[in-house]
C-alpha cells in the first residue's frame, strides 16, 4: 500500500493472515477502502468471507499481518474498544437481544456512543437523546410500529431490519453488514437495499453479500476473495470482464445475477 | 426536556408497600410476628440483591452469602467497638457500613468471578463460597470460630428516644432500609448499566459489539449486587445479635437462590414474594414440622417443573385474562382446583408426619396431634383414613386440573384470536 492509501482508507488491510490450528483460512490479505465508499466483498463459500469481518471486527485475533481504522492500529484490540472508535458490524446469524424490545435493543445500540457508559447514576426515562436517537432509528428502519414487541418475537425480516438498525445506531462511520440479505425474498431484498442505502448515505460500508443483483445495485468496489486471498478488486465492470474472475467465480456471478 | 408525567399507578404501589409495611406490626402484635416480619424484610432486600445478579444480568451465583455474611462480620465488629466508644457510628446506619463492607468485596472477588459468564461464573462463585467458609474456621479472631461472634445493639443515648432494644423498632428500622433499597434496586434496573446488564443477559457478543465491555458490566452490577446483600446483612446482625459461620455458608447462598426462583425471576416483585415465602417455610413452618426441609424441597420441585416463571409468572399469566374479562369464569375452576389440592396436601401431610412420629420420634410414643386432633400414629384407621385421601384427592383434583386446563386453553385461544 503506498502512503498516500494508509492516510486516507477508513480502513486498510496489510498482509493479514489468520490459521485454525493448521489451516490457514485468510493467506495474506491487503484491502485498502476509501472513506464514503461502499465495498462489497465476494466469493465462494468457505472462501474466508466471514472469517475477514470477524478478523477486522475484533472477534477473533489476526495471526499476523495489521489492520488499521482511519489510520490507526487496531490490530490487537477487544471488539468493544474498536467499536468505540467508530467500526460498527451486522452478524450473518442474528444477533440480537432477544427479551427486549425492540426500542430497548437500539437504545442500548446507542447508550455507550452517547457518553452513558456505565452509569447507574442516570434515569433511562430521562436521557431525552437517546431516546430520540433510538427513535430515529427505529423509524429509519421501519419498524416502528413494532417499538414495544419483544425482539425474538419478529419476523425473520423485521430481524434482519432490526440487525442494521442496531448496527448503525451508534454512529459508526464504517459500517460492515455480514450478508444483509441472506435467506429473504426477492421483494424484502429490495427492501433491505433501499434501507442500506438510506442508513449507510456518508458512511463506509463493506459489506459480505451473496446476491449478486444486491452486489452490482450497490457496491462502488467490489474484491472478490478466493481461497482466503484477494483474487482481484475494483470496480463492478471491471470484476465482471476480469479474465481470472472469470475463470474462478464468473460462471457462478452470471447464474446468481440471471435467477437474482 | 425532563419532563415525565407523573406515573400515579407506580405511586400507588409504592405507597402501598410503604403503607403496608407500617401497619403490618399492628396489626400481628406477637413476638413472634414480629420477627417473622424482621427476617422477611431482611430477605427481601438479600433475594432482590441476589436477582440483580441472576433474573437481570444472566448471572447464576452460588456463593452471594460471601457478600451478606462478610457484611455482617465487619458490621459486628464496628457495633462491638461502637459499643464500646471506640467509633461513632449510631446503629441506625449500621447497615450502609454493612453495605460499603459487602461492596468492598464485591469489588475485590468479583473481578475475578465476573471475568466470565454462565456456568464458569457459577463454578468460581461456589469456589470463593467455600473459600469464605474455610476461612471463618482459620480465622477465629475474626469469625468467631463456631460460637460465632455477639453484639448488644442497644448502646449510647437513646436516638428520639429509640433504645431499639424492642423487636417492634428493629422492625421498623429493617422496614426503613428493605423500602429505600427496593426503591434503589428498581431505580438500578432502569438506568444504563441496568438496561446494559438485560443485554449482556441476553446477548453478550452483541453488547460487545456495541461498545460495551462485558466483564465490566458483570463486575460493576455484582458490586452494586453485593453492596444490597451487605446492607441485609447487617440488619441480619441488628436483628439476632450475632453473626456465625452459617451467614456465609452455602446453605446460606443456596437459600436466597431457593427463594429468588421461587418467587420467578423474571419480574423485578417476584424475589419479593420469593422472599417472604421462604422465611415463612424456614420460621414458621420449621416450628410445627421437623418435616419442614422435606415441604420446602417438594415445594421447590413442584415451582420448578410446573412454574419455572415462579409465582410472580403464574400472577402475570392471569393479567391478559382479567383485562379479556374472563378471569370470573376461571374463578370455580381455581377453587375447585384448589380444593382438591387442599385434600392431596392433607394426604401428603398426614402420610409425612405420620412417618416421621413412627421413624424418627417414636421413642416417647407414637400418639401425636395434628391440627388439633389427637391420634395414635400406630394405628391403623388414620392411615387408612391417608390413603383414602390420597385417592379420592387425586382423582378430584385430575379431574379439576384437566377441566382447568381446558378452560384455560379456550380462553388463551380467545386473547390469541382478538389479537391477530
Known sequence: MSAAASITAALELAGVRKSFGNTEIIRGVDLAIPRGERHAIIGPNGAGKSTLFNLISGRFPASRGAIRLNGEDITRLKPFQINRKGLSRSFQITNIFHNLSVFENLRCAVLWSLGYRYSFWHRLAGLADARQRADEVLEAIGLASRRERPAGLLTYAEQRALEIGITIAGGADVILLDEPTAGMSRSETDHVVELVRRVTAGKTLVMVEHDMGVVFNLADRISVLVYGEVLATGKPEEIRANAAVQEAYLGTIHEDAAHA | ?420
Not at chain 2, 57 to 79: N, R
Not at chain 2, 336 to 349: E, F, P, S
Open chain 2, 1 to 420: 426536556m425532563r419532563y415525565q408525567p407523573i406515573n400515579l399507578g407506580r405511586w400507588l404501589i409504592w405507597g402501598a408497600t410503604a403503607l403496608l409495611m407500617a401497619v403490618l406490626p399492628l396489626i400481628f402484635t406477637q413476638g413472634f410476628a414480629i420477627t417473622l416480619l424482621s427476617q422477611m424484610g431482611i430477605a427481601i432486600i438479600f433475594t432482590l440483591s441476589y436477582n440483580m445478579l441472576l433474573g437481570q444480568s444472566g448471572m447464576l451465583s452460588f456463593g452471594h452469602a460471601v457478600y451478606s455474611g462478610l457484611g455482617a462480620y465487619i458490621a459486628v465488629h464496628v457495633l462491638n467497638l461502637a459499643s464500646k466508644g471506640q467509633v461513632w457510628m449510631p446503629l441506625s446506619l449500621l447497615p450502609l457500613v454493612g453495605g460499603l463492607a459487602g461492596a468492598f468485596f464485591g469489588v475485590l472477588f468479583g473481578y475475578v468471578t465476573t471475568k466470565r459468564a454462565g456456568t464458569t461464573f457459577a463454578m468460581i462463585t461456589l469456589g470463593i463460597g467455600e473459600l469464605v467458609f474455610s476461612c471463618s474456621l482459620m480465622f477465629p479472631e475474626f469469625f468467631g470460630g463456631e460460637g460465632g461472634i455477639t453484639t448488644n445493639r442497644v448502646f449510647g443515648q437513646p436516638f428520639l428516644g429509640l433504645t431499639f432494644g424492642p423487636g417492634v423498632q428493629v422492625y421498623y428500622l429493617i422496614a426503613l432500609w428493605c423500602l429505600a433499597s427496593m426503591a434503589a434496586m428498581y431505580a438500578w434496573s432502569h438506568t444504563p448499566l441496568g438496561r446494559m446488564a438485560n443485554a449482556v443477559r441476553d446477548n453478550p457478543e452483541r453488547a460487545e459489539f456495541v461498545g460495551y465491555d462485558t466483564h465490566k458490566v458483570r463486575w460493576f452490577t455484582l458490586i452494586i449486587s453485593a453492596f444490597f446483600a451487605g446492607i441485609a446483612g447487617a440488619l441480619a446482625c441488628i436483628n439476632f445479635e450475632i453473626v456465625t459461620a452459617e451467614n456465609v455458608s452455602a446453605i446460606r447462598s443456596g437459600g436466597v437462590l431457593f427463594a429468588a426462583f421461587i418467587g420467578g425471576v423474571t419480574f423485578f416483585f417476584g424475589p419479593i414474594i420469593g422472599a417472604c415465602l421462604f422465611v415463612y417455610f424456614v420460621v414458621a413452618l420449621s416450628d410445627h414440622t421437623k418435616a419442614w426441609l422435606l415441604y420446602l424441597g417438594l415445594f421447590f420441585m413442584l415451582m420448578v417443573m410446573f412454574a419455572p416463571g415462579g409465582i410472580a409468572s403464574l400472577i402475570v399469566m392471569q393479567l391478559p385474562v382479567i383485562a379479556r374479562g374472563r378471569f370470573r369464569s376461571l374463578l370455580p375452576h381455581y377453587a375447585r382446583t384448589g380444593a382438591a389440592g387442599l385434600l392431596v396436601l392433607a394426604a401428603l401431610v398426614l402420610t409425612v408426619e405420620m412417618t416421621y412420629k413412627v421413624s424418627v420420634d417414636s421413642a416417647n410414643g407414637t400418639a401425636m396431634t395434628l391440627l388439633g386432633v389427637d391420634f395414635d400414629a400406630a394405628g391403623t384407621l388414620p392411615w387408612a383414613l391417608a390413603g383414602v385421601l390420597w385417592i379420592v384427592g387425586g382423582w378430584l383434583f385430575r379431574r379439576a386440573w384437566l377441566r382447568l386446563s381446558h378452560a384455560w386453553g379456550e380462553i388463551q385461544a380467545e386473547i390469541a384470536g382478538a389479537r391477530a
